[in-house]
């Protein structure tokens, strides 16, 4: 760990280009998370004063480091039962952590963690293939598991589980047609966006059916169930009639009652209690940059492109779809995306830059590269996260390279 500014007073240096665009400033501190190759990919949680991220020992292994937010010494670290390589809860956070629990997947194993000793609270072992990201809500966790029949055959199951002990139950299999098999199964599910309303405990969830991948052709559904009534809120819904390609980005994003979802490089906006779509957007090109990161903040839609050709970074009415503000050619190619204080943060797979837009009018602040010597910003080396500042102090970035993980002193 290396501290950059030891009177805490004292303000970072700063660098602006001639538009008044951050592109440097001096780290609060540093902390080399990766002795050795490191790999994971999960995205940083934060609790009562420590940010969890992931790196790796001077063997390679993979470790997750909690680090004083204020200093970044090390508080604990945990090494038990990491996949080297492995994704646990990419895009998300603060959906998979209650108190002081923690919550995090890889393939089928899953582990809960007490964010305030490192200890292990629990772990398990699904007879399957693939959890699709876990979301707590009350005092259970939820996600979508594969299950395997004969270890031949998927099923997409949604499971509900306590969080104090592991234990799940079934809830229900995710209705896929049996068109095409491949590679053990015949269609793949998002990880659903479960909600309460009315004390009833909802699960919207969007999944794709292969029709024929060899000519990239799959259909895209939606359904929603009831997990307190046991029993379906409205049926599988077909999205498009086109035969797309692509299966969904990530979770659906809700706002009131709409859920967005992304598709083969669109984007739609679904009633949540019929399956009807509300509004529809696509021209996004045909290079895949239609595929995006989105989060709900305030009332926007806040969403940059993952993967493609062309950089955007778009601000959307999540009721209509309408275009609120955007830009385009810079700041793209994003894996998650964070808020704070009408800020939106992201680091840069394409450029290795921290992006900083303003949340109201799209305006650019910051395009920031990392200290000389220092690597190229992304979160997938170690993720990326966003933490309030106590009273009147600015909030802090973190954010990580294939070398060291660097504190910031936020926009506001």
């Not at 480091?65 to 390589?85: C, F, H, P, R, Y």
């Not at 007490?114 to 990201?133: C, F, I, N, P």
Request: one cysteine or more.
């Amino acid at each position: 760990m290396t501290s950059c500014i030891e009177d805490r007073n004292e303000k970072p240096y700063q660098e602006f280009d001639t538009n008044g665009i951050l592109i440097a400033q001096t780290p609060l501190w540093s902390y080399n998370s990766y002795a050795g190759t490191g790999g994971s990919k999960i995205t940083p949680e934060y609790y009562d004063g420590n940010i969890m991220l992931p790196g790796s020992d001077s063997l390679g292994r993979d470790v997750i480091n909690a680090l004083d937010i204020d200093t970044g010494e090390k508080v604990w670290s945990w090494d038990e039962g990491l996949i080297q390589g492995g994704s646990f809860n990419m895009y998300e956070y603060k959906i998979s952590i209650k108190d002081n629990i923690w919550i995090f997947q890889h393939s089928r194993f899953f582990h809960a963690l007490d964010v305030q000793s490192g200890e292990t609270l629990w772990r398990k072992e699904l007879d399957g293939a693939l959890a699709m990201g876990v979301q707590i809500l009350g005092d259970k966790y939820y996600t979508i598991f594969e299950f395997m029949e004969n270890d031949t055959i998927t099923h997409p199951t949604l499971i509900a589980g306590d969080i104090l002990t592991g234990e799940y139950e079934k809830i229900v299999e995710i209705p896929l047609d049996q068109i095409q098999f491949f590679s053990f199964f015949y269609g793949v599910s998002a990880a659903p966006r479960v909600y309460k309303e009315n004390g009833d405990v909802f699960s919207f969830m969007a999944f794709t059916g292969n029709v024929d991948l060899y000519t990239n052709q799959s259909l895209h559904h939606v359904m929603s169930y009831n997990v307190t009534q046991g029993e379906i809120h409205f049926d599988k819904t077909r999205v498009d009639p086109d035969t797309m390609n692509l299966p969904f980005s990530q979770r659906p994003v809700m706002y009131k009652e709409v859920m967005v979802i992304n598709p083969s490089g669109k984007l739609y906006g679904i009633d949540k209690n019929t399956g009807k779509v509300l509004w529809k957007r696509d021209g996004f090109g045909d290079d895949g940059s239609g595929v995006f990161t989105y989060a709900l903040y305030k009332d926007l839609i806040l969403a940059v492109n993952n993967i493609g050709g062309t950089q955007r970074v778009m601000a959307m009415d999540p009721e209509t779809g309408r275009t609120v503000w955007q830009d385009l050619g810079r700041g793209g190619s994003a894996e998650s995306v964070h808020f704070l204080n009408d800020v939106l943060y992201f680091s840069s797979r394409g450029d290795g830059h921290v992006y900083a837009y303003d949340t109201h009018d799209g305006r650019l602040l910051w395009d920031l590269t990392p200290p000389s010597g220092g690597g190229r910003f992304f979160r997938g080396y170690g993720g990326f996260r966003v933490v309030p500042g106590e009273e009147d102090e600015k909030g802090k970035v973190i954010a990580t390279t294939s070398k060291n993980t660097y504190c910031y002193e936020a926009e506001r």
